[in-house]
């Protein structure tokens, strides 16, 4: 707890009982299985009991946990127990009840300690003790707490001191992972790594011979953020993809203005979709503007096995990245948990209109010599016919023996390399005219499309393992609807000086507009084709010229 406190939430703001069940329902219907009520302090909720209770009815839940201070645990758990409560987490930062009144700001250790015995007794196994440990608070008492481990049925979970408002962060004070294992092992030379799930955040070790185990959660040194399955609804009812991250979306607001089951999933969908790679550096941690770990209340999982409902499993779902290969959420919720590779910068382009039905066209131009964030509007040059050119009968990227092999280009003379490619994406006609008069919720589609393929034609090389790395002196990308077969045509090019072509990039780059439009499109229909991804020319290569017939 920070010495000054922190503001409580009015009441008003509060997720009301009816509010947290609505989205729990939403939640369990898309795939999560499970639910786990944690700080402030859920017990203090008169309603708490009734809560766990109506969550134990969802069909498909299979989880509930509560992570708690442990004050009043011992007096509440056989009701909580009764309504359905099947997992428990305690936070218990020392052993010392001196020390315990300083960090938690009050009286009551002997009270939590109650209650990890009551846990014990009515069954709860393991009971799970989170411990933060901090350098000059509390790292002298973590042999005490694997001592715990000896005759209780005890996870001990020792994690890294994390930067959040309100706990003066202070790298100093953090105690690493691997600086915690060894002093243990000193101590326990024997003490043997246990196999962890794909999605857990925790790695865990064991003493022979002790019944409970301990746990290590590396957020800072080792984070997790590429199995990371997890959500979090703050008690005000604010969305967080990310423990770490500032960014939050309001579920209660939308809830109490009347939107709709499938409203709700699309702003779900578009904050998951935000969801970074992996959260920032400690010290940038440290600088963001964030809520106190004590005001972030409900955690919603997906476990590593098949959702219970079967209207999301018989769906064609997409999978979800860093969940277990057998979790999806269904379409609605399909965005994938990756954040955006490059800086989100604003866009500047040009429209004009054409003669016939109104038509946007855009497009987008990088030179070396030109700032590569400015967008301009060029016409349109279709490739001139030809020949086909002289071709290899074997494959370029294979050795003698048949291995994957990257090209040696060093001998090769640095020529002037010039490709286009093209890709159309088959809109149909209600996303077709929601593009056509720049009205999807997402923002202009096009030109986010534009940026897109430049983006990734300067990304090839990271995206295709055998592709060298090109220095692309210039790069343009088209985008021109047909109202005719309700589409948009994407070509892309690229020009090099160099010993190698760029027709890779080339084709990255109308491949990934056209993802990109999908994308943009895709809360609009499912309907949407991509086609007729093609190299249409490519010049300055040792076996000549090449332009499609």
Same mark, same amino acid.
């Not at 989880?63 to 009701?79: E, M, S």
């Not at 490059?342 to 039905?357: C, I, M, N, V």
């Given at each position: 707890?920070p010495e000054?406190?922190v503001p409580?939430?009015?009441k008003?703001?509060?997720?009301?009982?009816?509010?947290?069940l &609505?989205l729990?329902?939403?939640?369990?219907k898309?795939g999560?299985?499970?639910?786990r009520?944690?700080?402030?302090?859920?017990?203090i909720?008169?309603?708490?009991?009734d809560?766990?209770?109506q969550?134990?009815?969802?069909?498909?839940?299979r989880?509930?946990?509560?992570?708690?201070?442990?004050?009043?645990?011992?007096?509440?758990l056989?009701q909580?127990q009764?309504?359905?409560?099947?997992?428990i987490n305690?936070?218990?930062?020392?052993?010392v009840?001196?020390?315990?009144?300083?960090i938690?700001?009050?009286?009551?250790?002997?009270?939590?300690m109650e209650g990890i015995?009551k846990?014990?007794e009515?069954?709860y196994?393991?009971?799970k003790?989170?411990?933060?440990?901090?350098r000059?608070?509390?790292e002298d008492?973590? *042999?005490?707490?694997?001592?715990?481990?000896?005759?209780?049925?005890?996870d001990?979970?020792?994690?890294?001191y994390?930067?959040f408002d309100?706990?003066?962060?202070?790298?100093?004070k953090m105690v690493?992972?691997?600086?915690?294992?060894d002093?243990l092992r000193?101590?326990w030379?024997?003490?043997?790594?246990?196999?962890e799930?794909?999605?857990?955040?925790?790695k865990?070790?064991?003493?022979?011979g002790?019944?409970?185990?301990?746990?290590?959660?590396?957020?800072?040194?080792?984070h997790?953020?590429?199995?990371?399955?997890r959500?979090?609804i703050t008690?005000?009812g604010? *969305?967080?993809?990310?423990?770490?991250?500032?960014?939050?979306?309001?579920?209660?607001?939308?809830l109490?203005?009347?939107?709709?089951?499938?409203e709700?999933?699309?702003?779900?969908?578009?904050?998951?979709?935000?969801?970074?790679?992996?959260?920032a550096?400690?010290f940038?941690?440290?600088q963001m503007?964030?809520?106190?770990?004590?005001l972030?209340?409900l955690?919603l999982?997906?476990q590593d096995?098949?959702?219970?409902i079967?209207?999301?499993?018989s769906q064609?779902p997409f999978?979800?990245q860093?969940i277990?290969?057998?979790?999806s959420?269904?379409?609605?919720?399909?965005?994938?948990?990756?954040?955006?590779?490059g800086?989100? &910068?604003?866009l500047?382009a040009?429209?004009?209109?054409?003669?016939?039905?109104?038509?946007?066209?855009?497009?987008?131009r990088l030179?070396?010599d030109?700032?590569?964030?400015c967008?301009?509007?060029?016409?349109?040059a279709?490739a001139?016919p030809?020949?086909?050119p002289?071709t290899?009968?074997?494959l &370029?990227h294979?050795?003698?023996?048949?291995?994957?092999?990257?090209?040696?280009v060093?001998?090769?003379?640095?020529?002037?390399?010039?490709?286009?490619?093209?890709?159309v994406?088959?809109?149909?006609?209600?996303?077709?005219k929601?593009?056509q008069?720049n009205q999807?919720?997402k923002?202009?589609?096009l030109?986010v499309?534009?940026?897109?393929?430049v983006?990734?034609?300067?990304?090839?090389?990271?995206l295709?393992?055998?592709c060298h790395?090109?220095?692309?002196?210039?790069?343009?990308?088209?985008?021109?609807?047909?109202?005719?077969?309700?589409?948009?045509?994407i070509?892309?090019?690229c020009r090099a000086?160099?010993?190698?072509?760029?027709?890779?990039?080339?084709?990255?780059?109308?491949?990934?507009?056209?993802?990109t439009l999908?994308?943009?499109?895709?809360a609009?229909?499912?309907?949407?084709?991509l086609?007729?991804?093609?190299l249409i020319s490519?010049?300055?290569g040792?076996?000549g010229?090449f332009h499609?017939?």
């Amino acid at each position: 707890m920070p010495e000054e406190g922190v503001p409580l939430t009015p009441k008003a703001d509060l997720l009301t009982t009816e509010e947290i069940l &609505t989205l729990a329902r939403l939640f369990v219907k898309e795939g999560v299985d499970k639910i786990r009520l944690t700080g402030g302090e859920p017990l203090i909720r008169p309603d708490v009991v009734d809560i766990v209770a109506q969550l134990h009815r969802l069909e498909g839940l299979r989880t509930i946990g509560i992570t708690t201070n442990g004050i009043n645990l011992a007096r509440l758990l056989p009701q909580l127990q009764k309504a359905g409560l099947s997992a428990i987490n305690i936070s218990l930062d020392t052993l010392v009840p001196a020390k315990f009144e300083f960090i938690v700001r009050r009286k009551g250790f002997h009270k939590v300690m109650e209650g990890i015995h009551k846990a014990i007794e009515l069954g709860y196994s393991p009971v799970k003790v989170n411990c933060v440990v901090m350098r000059g608070l509390n790292e002298d008492e973590l *042999l005490d707490f694997v001592a715990l481990t000896e005759g209780l049925p005890l996870d001990v979970r020792f994690i890294e001191y994390m930067p959040f408002d309100g706990n003066k962060w202070n790298f100093k004070k953090m105690v690493s992972y691997k600086e915690m294992l060894d002093t243990l092992r000193q101590q326990w030379p024997e003490l043997e790594k246990l196999p962890e799930e794909e999605s857990s955040t925790a790695k865990a070790f064991k003493v022979p011979g002790f019944r409970g185990q301990v746990s290590f959660i590396t957020s800072m040194s080792e984070h997790f953020c590429g199995t990371c399955n997890r959500l979090r609804i703050t008690a005000d009812g604010n *969305l967080k993809v990310c423990l770490f991250g500032n960014s939050e979306v309001s579920l209660r607001d939308h809830l109490r203005v009347g939107a709709s089951e499938e409203e709700l999933l699309q702003i779900i969908g578009a904050a998951v979709g935000r969801k970074k790679r992996q959260h920032a550096g400690m010290f940038s941690i440290a600088q963001m503007k964030n809520r106190p770990m004590i005001l972030i209340e409900l955690l919603l999982m997906l476990q590593d096995s098949p959702p219970a409902i079967p209207s999301i499993s018989s769906q064609d779902p997409f999978r979800v990245q860093g969940i277990g290969h057998r979790v999806s959420f269904s379409n609605q919720m399909a965005t994938l948990w990756k954040g955006c590779q490059g800086p989100r &910068t604003s866009l500047l382009a040009q429209r004009w209109l054409g003669s016939g039905p109104p038509q946007r066209h855009c497009s987008s131009r990088l030179d070396s010599d030109t700032n590569p964030k400015c967008l301009s509007a060029v016409s349109r040059a279709p490739a001139t016919p030809s020949g086909p050119p002289p071709t290899s009968d074997q494959l &370029t990227h294979v050795d003698a023996e048949g291995r994957a092999a990257m090209v040696d280009v060093g001998g090769k003379p640095d020529t002037e390399r010039v490709a286009v490619a093209s890709a159309v994406v088959l809109l149909g006609p209600v996303a077709f005219k929601l593009v056509q008069k720049n009205q999807l919720k997402k923002g202009d589609a096009l030109v986010v499309a534009q940026l897109a393929g430049v983006q990734a034609a300067k990304q090839t090389s990271q995206l295709i393992p055998l592709c060298h790395h090109v220095a692309l002196s210039h790069v343009e990308v088209q985008l021109e609807l047909d109202s005719t077969r309700h589409a948009v045509g994407i070509q892309a090019s690229c020009r090099a000086r160099g010993p190698t072509g760029v027709e890779m990039e080339a084709l990255t780059a109308a491949a990934v507009a056209a993802l990109t439009l999908y994308d943009m499109c895709k809360a609009v229909s499912r309907d949407i084709v991509l086609g007729e991804i093609k190299l249409i020319s490519k010049t300055g290569g040792q076996r000549g010229d090449f332009h499609r017939t």
